[in-house]
């Protein structure tokens, strides 16, 4: 069945950086765009960036400008976002999603099931 | 950006109860709109897509109008498993942003 899994919890200390995975199976890997998104405790969702797995293109919110980096591995089929110079600010569940359909302008049909990242000294 | 407005933040409803929820955009966004339902330690799950379109699996008791810059999500009968957050989110434009979430509550 498709799917996307995700790597596991991360502890992280302000200013390192965090990698997270999101591994998709059960459907044609490059022909959907992939999002990350990610939500604070008891916060609401909050939109990161966008990757075409096809090309590895990739568009991020304004927020996270020379933060965040996105990378594809179609050998794998997996998907990676690494986002750096941590803050307490940025703990909270990150997600993957797919967007439903061809076309990247579109919902987001196929959710991870997410990685918390805690940032801690 | 384009902001997401939902009303009202919490509802308290009982079963069989019908539901409103309604989102504005700050501006206009044609049909490009999806909501979502989210449970506690779970991922969003997609209920409608283009405003209107009841993704595969969700129950009928689910419906969503509207286009431009006003939209609302209704459930027709609420049902115990519908105690959730509600979020919208628009994809006119390529900075996606979602409404600050409905939670359903049991009365």
């Known amino acids: 069945q498709v799917q996307l899994v995700q790597s596991g919890a991360e502890v992280k200390k302000p200013g390192a950086s965090v990698k997270v995975s999101c591994k998709a199976s059960?459907?044609?890997?490059?022909?959907?765009?992939m999002h990350w998104v990610r939500q604070a405790p008891g916060q609401g969702l909050e939109w990161m960036g966008m990757i075409n797995p096809s090309v590895g293109s990739t568009t991020n919110a304004q927020k996270f400008q020379g933060r965040v980096t996105m990378i594809r591995d179609t050998s794998t089929s997996t998907v990676y976002m690494e986002l750096s110079s941590l803050r307490s600010e940025d703990t909270a569940m990150y997600y993957c999603?797919?967007?439903?359909?061809?076309?990247?302008?579109?919902?987001?049909?196929?959710w991870g099931q997410g990685t918390m990242v805690t940032v801690s000294s | 950006d384009i902001q997401m407005t939902q009303s009202p933040s919490t509802l308290s409803a009982s079963v069989g109860d019908r539901v409103t929820i309604t989102c504005r955009a700050s501006q206009s966004i044609s049909s490009w709109l999806a909501w979502y339902q989210q449970k506690p330690g779970k991922a969003p799950k997609l209920l409608i897509y283009?405003?209107?379109n009841l993704e595969s699996g969700v129950p009928s008791r689910f419906s969503g109008t509207g286009s431009g810059t006003e939209f609302t999500l209704t459930i027709s009968s609420l049902q115990p498993d519908d105690f959730a957050t509600y979020y919208c989110q628009q994809y006119n434009s390529y900075s996606w942003t979602f409404g600050q979430g409905t939670k359903v509550e049991i009365k």
């Open positions: 999603a797919r967007v439903r359909g061809a076309r990247p302008l579109a919902s987001f049909d196929i």
């Open positions: 059960g459907y044609s890997f490059t022909s959907y765009f």
């Open positions: 283009d405003a209107s």
